[in-house]
Each structure stands twice: as structure tokens, then as C-alpha cells.
């Protein structure tokens, strides 16, 4: 089967986020990352397109995405102070989604930065 | 003194025949720094490349990144700072002592030799790792530095660069300081932002108990923080989006798994010069993309009464 | 629909002088007149259209790092407090995002200009802007130090500059062309600057800061973009400039042009103890000469932060003040300064340029020509335009705020015996029509029928800084956005963009240029099209 190529994909493993790697993916894998680092190889080819693990886990048991984001928005509608925490890897959509939901939640919201 | 100096790191490229980097690995964290942005490359300033820079490394050992530097400068541990203040001195022709001197483990002539080359520099640039601001002395070295960077310039052009790694971290700092005005460390329990490091930063918070839920995306503190802020975050109730079942999402109560970014996810990410870049996912994942599962999460939250109820518009002076 | 009865309009582009008319709102425009829909009561108050900041910078990677530098200051100013629909922000000397579509909607601010953007980060600006609630907006982008561009004006390849500059624009998504200290921004990438007009930039042999102004300047008309040329004159803030800005004036005949703050290049004198003021004689020229704008860049005494492509400049600031500075040189393409700053009446250069920015935007007699502006956040934050509304209206006041100024200061000022005061008129013209014609936008800033429908109404006050502070309400595209103070509605706005016709070939005649210069990809380099919200193509335009 022929791979599907990628030119100029962006890595986002560390913080120099080259943005010249040719990917040659099918369905499933990324078989190549061409000019990636030894570390951006890794970042490539070890994710796939695999259902891997779960769509998502409440205390432990398997549950569907509707019913965890809607656990997750009680947990955190139902806390006084929550935090929100992370945000490195993760696209700048998402980042901007976060901050939305800090301000909403009157909570607390702090990056890897701090650490 | 405070701010920043600083370039693109094209300009690093282009310009820079001096470099300096100061407690970082980068040949191995940071594999395609030096091929792609610092030291191989030509320009139309820098015709030979590597030829016409020199590589300062300073670092309290001798990493792989040694071998590809010039000069190799190897700091005592624990005493970037007093290193950098001699070198401050020593630019403006200060009197400096022995003693101080021979607190750093270094020569006076490797100091010597050191500042002549950074005032014959026509570019210098200092990229500057976690082994200056993770480190005794934490942002009072990064800041230590930077001011070296810019009263350089009394001599010749000179910039200084954080070796940011965490794929995006940049991007959560260029976002909060535009949507909050500051990088990290923020608070919005008085309904607008403010800022504290040490008070309102992760680990203090979590060690200190002083939250009761945890939204975790994009990282795993159960990895990689102290042990009495993950038995913290295993006492309330945490939520973690990953593309991986995490050890944080294995201490809780909601894990959801998401698409990777730039592998299933589009979107962008900021490199460490706030350059932001477009990602190109090569995948389709069966899993949502974070952007999405926060969405969601947050028209969620929107559905519930607020509970803020009644507050002014705005405050005209704050508290 | 909405219908706002019995107001006394000022609508300058339709000549309209304080008249008694009602006003028809229909899907966001202006209409004749239609029954039913909600009535306004506007009988006593007074209408202005919305005002247009032709010169401001809200967004993208300078004003973020001035943000990043000033914590202290987010700490203590006004803090905007989330509600169900509306986000939280602080405002002050770096307003965040939302904070700035509230206040500037909260004087009744519609539209605004970003003057500065790079397009190797316009993609963050954008992003910044999508993040401004209720105001429209554009941006221009920085070529004047465009090192590409440079070198095709040194080998005289004048034909191929132009494809570039049109390439450019439409790669930053931006509405226009500014340029900043022509050759100098260039020149500051080794520590130096571009002084003389005439004299060539660093690193080349021809091109000099007159020949990048006169070639940009004549660029920009051929490809008819809306906005001419957006000059940020070399020697910026220097005493003596007069000179330089006198000659780069005369580079620009037979050009439009928009001379951005003027203020910063109108002083006389040899050094900081002997600067003075050259209003009268930079207002002079320009009265003569009506293919420029400009908007006043004026200051007031306060706290505030510098931010400017002008590296040099921001590096001699930092040395003479001692505080915090913050320095960003962009591959190729441009750098930034910033130092935070505090205009004190005592200090006799303050003083001076506080005086030279009224008395440009006196003394140059058509108002639409010269437009408010403190060029915001350098010489004052921009919510702070009612002051100097209330400045220009009120010879009184003016003469009550000199008495506080150091008594050296008049013989270095003309402002004394400048006894013009502003109608509503004028200032609905340097506010808001004029402005908005000279970005080529309009539907804004025009109460005529078919044009956007934002407006401000105000209280009638004999306290003009409140009136002008405090609007009774503040209508964009129709919907009431602001109500006495109360925020209420936060719409998004739209972002206004050209595209210039180039050569198809330009993307592989720029790409080995690109690669050698720059690292990362040229296919990564453009803002896609899709990344804009809420995009508003404009026309170019058939220049003479």
C-alpha cells in the first residue's frame, strides 16, 4: 500500500518545534519522519491511529466520552478552588479553550513554567 | 533591572558568531538546535557557518554538548549566579577579587579570555537551560543573565533566549499573558486575574492542600512532581486528558484520552522564540482532540447556574 | 431595528453640523426610515459616528511582551470581572485582550488599526485580535526593513520590490503597508542606526532611508492599496528630527501618505537640554502639502510603557531611564523595543512633547487630516483620549495645565499663544470620519445611509473628558453594546484585509531567498486564509 506524505509537518515533542519534517503515514502509523530528531522519530512513530487505551475512565471504569466530560464538568462545577494544570502538550486551540475555563470556574490556572 | 533582550532565531542564524550556551544540554534535549538554528548553518553574514562562530559552553559538566563547543567553562555547582555577576563586573572594567573568582572553579584567564571574545563578538546570543533556572538561585539566575545580555550591548549587539522544552509551554504563556496579562501562576477566584508565583503555582498549591479538584492536560505531575503534591492530587478529584492512560490518570477519577497534537490534531504551536507554526496532523484518531473535550467540557459548565451571582462590572482600583 | 429619535448628529462625512435627524438601523446598517422596531429617546444628546483609532497597537508579539513586562502595573489598575457571557481582563498601560475591546468600546471606539505587525508572527496577532471583543479591526505589515525588499531596491529590481511588498501583505493577512525607521530597524540588527536620509543603510550601497520611503510610498499607490503608505520617520523622539522628518516629507511629493505620530518628530534643538518645539514649522509644511495625514501621537503625563519597532530608539530610552527593557529583533524582517516609562510635567523634554502634540493637532488647520492618537500605549494609554478631547476643546483648561509646567519651558513651546478651540465638529472628524477615510474604510465613520451602523451617543457635559468617557450609549452595527458604563453586548468584530495583485511567480522566486534567511518552512509562512475570523476583503483602489 502506497503512504500518504506529509510535507512540512511541525513536531511538537521540544520546544524548537521544527517545522520541515516529511511524515509517510498509512491508516494507522507514521512509518518516517524525515529530518526529525532521534527524539522526534520516537514522538512520531510511537503514536498511532490504534484504539490503544479506552475513550475514557471514571474511577477506574470504562465509560464513554459524553458521560466523563460530563463527570468532569460536575467535579469541577462542584470544587471551590479548582486548579487547571498543564497545557505543554497541547495545541494553542486548546490552551485558549483552558483559559476560558479557568476564568469561567474562578479557579486556578498555572503551566509547566512554574515547576 | 528587568525585561528581556532577545531575537528570533532566525536572526541566530543569520547573525550570530557568538554563542553561549548556559546550563543546557542541547545536544541531547534539543538534538536539532544547533543543525538547524546556531551553529551549522550559513548565512550571507556567516558564509563558513560553523566556521566563522564560536561555542561557549557552560555547564557544571561535561555533557555530549561539550564536544560541540569551542570553549568548554565548567561552573561549580550552585554558582551561576556569582559567575554571572563577575562577568557583569568585568565588562564595565569593575574590580573584582580572587577569592570571587576562584568560588566559581573557573581561572581568571578563562574569565578573561571569556569577556574578550563576548565584546569581539559583532552577534552574541546566550540560550540559557533549566541547569541555570531550575537551579540554586532558580529566576534570580535567568534574570542575572538577561542583564548581562542587555548591558552587553553598551559593546556590541548581544540577545539571551530561554531553551523552553515541553513541546508547547510557550504557547500556554504567550495565551495566558494575552488573555490574562500574565504567564503562568494566575488566580481567578476575585473573578479576574492575578498573579503569584509561589502562591498561586501548581506545586505550592498542591502541596499545600489549597485546591479541590485538578484538571490536568497536556502534562503528568504524577511523573514528575514531588511526592506530597501527587498524594494531593490522588485525594481530590482529578481529571486528566492525555493521549496516553497516564500515571496521573491513574490516580484519577476522570481520565479521557484525546488525539495527539500535531500527530491527530491540528492546530498550532509556539517554537521558543513565539514564533507560532501550523501542525500538520498525518493521523486520523478515534479519539476527540483536546480542543473539542475542553469545549465540551466548558458549554457544560456553562449550562449550570453561575455561581458567582451578583458582582460589579469592574473594579477600578483592585484590592 | 432600531430607530434613535431627536439626537443632534455630527456626521461629518455627509457634511451634517450638529442637526436635529432621526437615525434607522437595519441588519447592522444605516436606512432611510422603516415603522415599528425599538425606539432610543436621544432628544438632548449628541451623536457622533463610532470612533476609529487609525494608529494603535492592541496586538501580536510587542504588545504581549510589554504585558509579560509589567505585572506591577496589571496589579493595580482596573479589572474587568467575568460574567456568564463575558470574560475577565485588566486594563492599565497593556491592556489584555478582551480589556481592550471593552474600553475602547466604552468611549465609543468602533474600529482600530494595529499599526505593526511581522508577518513571521502574524498568525499570533491574528489570534490576539480574534481575542478583541466589539471592535473591528486591521493591521498593517512592517516592510521597510524587509531585508528581501532591501536588497531589490539596491539592485535597482523596482518591479519585483512591488510583487514582494503585494506578497507580503497578503501573507500577514493585513489591510496595509508600515513602515518603521526606514533602513534603521535594519541597521539595529548590528547596533546601529539610520540617521541620514540620504546617506546609505547599513550593509548596503545605494538604498537609503529617503530611497526606501519614496519607493514604498509609490509601491503602495500602484498597487492601490486602500491606506497609503503608514511612515514611522526615521530619528524618532531625537532632538533636532524636525530635519529629518522636513526631508522625508519631501521624499513623499506626489505620494500619499499617513505620517504616523507626528508628535515624536517635531523637535528643534541640539540635544536633550536645548529640545524644543517645531510644531509650527512641521504644521507649516504640512498645511501646504494635502497628500499627507497624520495622527498626532500626543502625550499625557502619566505612567506608561514604550513600545516600538524602533530598536535603537527603545535601547537609548532604556540607557537614559534605567529601567526595564525589553528588545526583540525579528529575522529579516523587523525587531521590537520596549521600555515602561513615566511622562512627568517636571521634566522639561515631557513637557515639551506633551505641548507639541496639542499643538500639531492645533495648528495643522484641516481635521481631516490629523487624527487623535497617542499612539498608543507610548504616549499615553488609549483610553485616555477624553482628556485630550477635553484639551483641545478648552483653551482654558490647556492654560490651567501649562501653569504646572516648568517656567524654562516657554520660550521651547508655541502652545500659549495658540488660542484655536475644537468644535464637536472637528473632533468627530479627527475621531472618527477622518480616520476612517484615510484607512479607505467606508463604511465607517459615516452616519450616511448604507454604512455600518456605529454610533455614539453622548450626554451633553460641560465636563467634556466626561462626556467624551462616559457615552449614554455606544451602538456597533446596530446592537447597543455599551449602555451608561454597563457593558452589553461583547459581538465579535470583523478584521479588514487587501489583496494586492502579484505575479504568480513570486512564491518561487521568494522561496531559496526565504530559505536562506529564515528557519522555517516558506510553506508554513503565509496566515491561512481559514485562521481569520470573520473576514472582511476591501478592494484596492485606482490611485492618481
Known amino acids: 500500500m502506497d503512504l500518504k506524505v506529509i510535507d512540512h509537518a511541525t513536531c511538537t515533542f521540544c520546544g524548537c518545534v521544527c517545522d520541515d519534517i516529511q511524515l509517510h503515514a498509512d491508516d494507522e502509523r507514521i512509518h518516517q519522519a524525515k529530518k526529525a530528531c532521534v527524539l522526534g522519530k520516537a514522538w512520531f512513530l510511537n503514536h498511532t491511529a490504534e484504539r490503544k487505551y479506552p475513550d475514557a475512565l471514571i474511577d477506574g471504569k470504562e465509560a464513554t466520552v459524553d458521560e466523563a466530560i460530563a463527570a468532569a464538568a460536575e467535579h469541577l462545577y462542584q470544587a471551590d478552588m479548582p486548579l487547571v494544570y498543564g497545557m505543554s502538550n497541547t495545541t494553542c486551540e486548546a490552551q485558549r479553550e483552558c483559559v476560558e475555563m479557568a476564568d469561567h470556574l474562578g479557579g486556578l490556572l498555572d503551566s509547566h513554567t512554574s515547576l | 533591572m528587568g525585561g528581556k533582550v532577545t ?29 538547524k538554528y546556531t551553529l551549522m548553518q550559513k548565512s550571507p553574514f556567516l558564509p563558513r557557518g560553523r566556521k566563522d562562530r564560536t561555542m561557549v559552553l557552560v555547564d557544571i559538566r561535561e555533557t555530549k554538548s561539550a564536544k560541540a563547543s569551542n570553549i568548554f567553562l565548567q561552573v561549580r555547582p550552585g554558582k551561576d549566579f556569582e559567575l554571572i555577576t563577575l562577568l557583569r563586573a568585568m ?229 | ?141 512592517l516592510m521597510a526593513n524587509n531585508e528581501i525588499m532591501l536588497d531589490l531596491l539596491e539592485a535597482g529590481e523596482y518591479e519585483r520590490a512591488k510583487h514582494i511588498v503585494a506578497w507580503h501583505v497578503w501573507a500577514a493577512k493585513a489591510y496595509g503597508v508600515k513602515a518603521v525607521n526606514p533602513g534603521g530597524v535594519a541597521a539595529w540588527k548590528w547596533g546601529k542606526d539610520a540617521n541620514q536620509l540620504s546617506e546609505p543603510v547599513e550593509g548596503y550601497k545605494n538604498t537609503t532611508p529617503g530611497s526606501i520611503v519614496t519607493s514604498l510610498a509609490k509601491i503602495i499607490d500602484e498597487l492601490g492599496l486602500p491606506h497609503p503608505i503608514h511612515l514611522h520617520c526615521n530619528n524618532l523622539g531625537a532632538p533636532g528630527n524636525i530635519t529629518t522628518t522636513l526631508e522625508t516629507m519631501k521624499h513623499l511629493e506626489g505620494h500619499r501618505a499617513h505620517m504616523a505620530h507626528l508628535q515624536y518628530h517635531a523637535y528643534g534643538g541640539d540635544d536633550w537640554d536645548t529640545m524644543k518645539s517645531e510644531s509650527a514649522q512641521l504644521a507649516e509644511y504640512f498645511n501646504a502639502h494635502p497628500n499627507m495625514t497624520t495622527d498626532a501621537g500626543a502625550v499625557l503625563f502619566g505612567d506608561t510603557v514604550t513600545i516600538t519597532a524602533d530598536g535603537p530608539w527603545q535601547h537609548l530610552l532604556y540607557k537614559l531611564t534605567g529601567r526595564k527593557w525589553g528588545n526583540l529583533d525579528v529575522e529579516n524582517e523587523t525587531g521590537c523595543g520596549i521600555v515602561p516609562y513615566s511622562y512627568r510635567p517636571s521634566n522639561l523634554v515631557n513637557a515639551v512633547q506633551w505641548a507639541t502634540g496639542l499643538e500639531l493637532l492645533l495648528l495643522i488647520d484641516d481635521p481631516w487630516r490629523v487624527f487623535l ?77 448604507g454604512k455600518d451602523a456605529d454610533m455614539v451617543i453622548y450626554h451633553s457635559d460641560k465636563d467634556i473628558a466626561r462626556m467624551f468617557g462616559h457615552p449614554r450609549y455606544v451602538i456597533k452595527r446596530g446592537e447597543i453594546v455599551i449602555e451608561e458604563g454597563d457593558i452589553r453586548e461583547t459581538p465579535d468584530g470583523s478584521e479588514y484585509l487587501v489583496k494586492p495583485s502579484f505575479d504568480p511567480g513570486t512564491d518561487e522566486f521568494l522561496r531559496p531567498l526565504f530559505e536562506d534567511r529564515y528557519c522555517m518552512s516558506f510553506e508554513n509562512y503565509p496566515v491561512e486564509m481559514e485562521r481569520i475570523e470573520r473576514p472582511d476583503l476591501q478592494q484596492c483602489i485606482t490611485t492618481e
Open chain 3, 373 to 449: 492618537s497617542t499612539d498608543h500605549p507610548n504616549g499615553a494609554c488609549f483610553w485616555r483620549y477624553p482628556e485630550i478631547v477635553q484639551l483641545l476643546m478648552c483653551a482654558d483648561f490647556r492654560k490651567e495645565c501649562m501653569a504646572g509646567l516648568p517656567p524654562e519651558i516657554m520660550n521651547r513651546i508655541t502652545l500659549p499663544e495658540i488660542n484655536r478651540e475644537y468644535t464637536l465638529y472637528e473632533i468627530a472628524t479627527i475621531m472618527s470620519a477622518g480616520p476612517a477615510r484615510a484607512l479607505g474604510l467606508q463604511q465607517k465613520g459615516n452616519l450616511g445611509i
Open chain 2, 91 to 319: 565588562i564595565k572594567d569593575q574590580p573584582i577579587s580572587e577569592a570571587q573568582v576562584a568560588e566559581t572553579g573557573l581561572t581568571i584567564e578563562q574569565l578573561q579570555d571569556f569577556v574578550s571574545r563576548m565584546k569581539a563578538a559583532k552577534y552574541g546570543v546566550f540560550f540559557f537551560g533549566m541547569g541555570l533556572s531550575m537551579t540554586r538561585g532558580k529566576h534570580m539566575n535567568s534574570a542575572a543573565l538577561l542583564t548581562l545580555a542587555a548591558e552587553m550591548n553598551a559593546f556590541t549587539k548581544f540577545v539571551a533566549m530561554p531553551m523552553r522544552g515541553h513541546g508547547n509551554v510557550t504557547g500556554a504563556d504567550v495565551i495566558m499573558r494575552w488573555q490574562t496579562g500574565y504567564p503562568f501562576g494566575i488566580s481567578f477566584n476575585r473573578g479576574y486575574p492575578r498573579y503569584n508565583p509561589g502562591e498561586f503555582s501548581t506545586v505550592d498549591v498542591l502541596v499545600r492542600g489549597d485546591t479541590d479538584c485538578a484538571f490536568i492536560i497536556g502534562a503528568d505531575p504524577g511523573a514528575t512532581m514531588p511526592q506530597p503534591a501527587i498524594d494531593h492530587l490522588a485525594k481530590v478529584p482529578t481529571i486528566v486528558l492525555d493521549p496516553h492512560v497516564t500515571h496521573t490518570s491513574k490516580l484519577a477519577r476522570v481520565h479521557i484520552t484525546t488525539a495527539p497534537a500535531g500527530i491527530s490534531a491540528p492546530g498550532t504551536a509556539y517554537r521558543m522564540d513565539e514564533i507560532p507554526l501550523p501542525l500538520r496532523p498525518a493521523l486520523k484518531s478515534p479519539y476527540p482532540s483536546d480542543e473539542e473535550v475542553v469545549r465540551r467540557i466548558k458549554e457544560a459548565l456553562l449550562e449550570k447556574p453561575d455561581w458567582m451571582g451578583e458582582r460589579p462590572q469592574m473594579l477600578q482600583n483592585q484590592i
Open chain 3, 1 to 141: 431595528m432600531l430607530r434613535i429619535t431627536g439626537g443632534t448628529i455630527y456626521d461629518p462625512a455627509n457634511g451634517i453640523n450638529g442637526e436635529v435627524r432621526d437615525l434607522y438601523v437595519e441588519d447592522g446598517k444605516f436606512v432611510s426610515s422603516f415603522t415599528g422596531g425599538r425606539t432610543i429617546d436621544a432628544t438632548g444628546l449628541v451623536i457622533f459616528p463610532g470612533g476609529v483609532d487609525v494608529h494603535t497597537h492592541v496586538a501580536g508579539g510587542s504588545i504581549n511582551f510589554a504585558r509579560a513586562m509589567t505585572p506591577e502595573d496589571h496589579r493595580r489598575t482596573q479589572a474587568f470581572i467575568r460574567s456568564q457571557t463575558r470574560r475577565s481582563g485588566l486594563g492599565g498601560m497593556a491592556p489584555t485582550t478582551f480589556a481592550t475591546g471593552y474600553l475602547y468600546a466604552g468611549m465609543g471606539f468602533t474600529t482600530v488599526n494595529e499599526a505593526a505587525v511581522p508577518v513571521l508572527s502574524a498568525r499570533h496577532t491574528h489570534e490576539e485580535m480574534a481575542d478583541i471583543p466589539i471592535v473591528d479591526k486591521s493591521c498593517l505589515v
Open chain 2, 7 to 35: 531575537c528570533t532565531l532566525g536572526e541566530v542564524k543569520n547573525r550570530a558568531d557568538f554563542i553561549v550556551y548556559w546550563g543546557g544540554n542541547p545536544a541531547e534535549c534539543h538534538p536539532r538546535h544547533f543543525t
